[in-house]
């Protein structure tokens, strides 16, 4: 999922100008240049995943990449991701888009697999 970035300067002006609380938190600088349907995709896409990190804890491990990563390009073209956002289970299912309903079955059923294999 393309994540919204805030820019900063170096570390020592951060601090300085954070101190004399005179401009924005690092990750909060430049966020309002992006395009309000990205910022609401943001925003749909945390609550979504604080919603499964709430329902099954510590049973999942959710990891995030960004396409415009060097790291999150090379998942995309692996997996043939071309809609975000991705889902990838084990490396093999694959569930793009918001369908959440569609998101936990197969979470469950990925992890009644686990449970029966143990």
């Known amino acids: 999922m393309p994540l919204p970035e805030g820019w900063g300067i170096c570390l ?3 601090m300085l ?30 609550e979504l995943i604080e919603h499964l990190s709430l329902r099954y804890g510590d049973a999942i491990f959710i990891r995030i990449y960004d396409p415009r990563s060097l790291q999150g390009l090379w998942k995309a073209i692996r997996y043939g991701v071309r809609r975000y956002p991705t889902f990838i289970f084990e490396k093999s299912e694959k569930i793009s888009g918001w369908d959440e309903a569609t998101l936990h079955r197969t979470m469950q059923s990925w992890l009644d697999k686990q449970a029966l294999a143990s």
């Open 12 to 14: 020592s002006c951060e």
């Open 17 to 46: 100008m954070a101190r004399a609380q005179m401009d924005k938190a690092p990750y909060e600088r430049g966020l309002d240049e992006y395009p309000p349907e990205w910022l609401a995709d943001f925003q749909r896409f945390s």
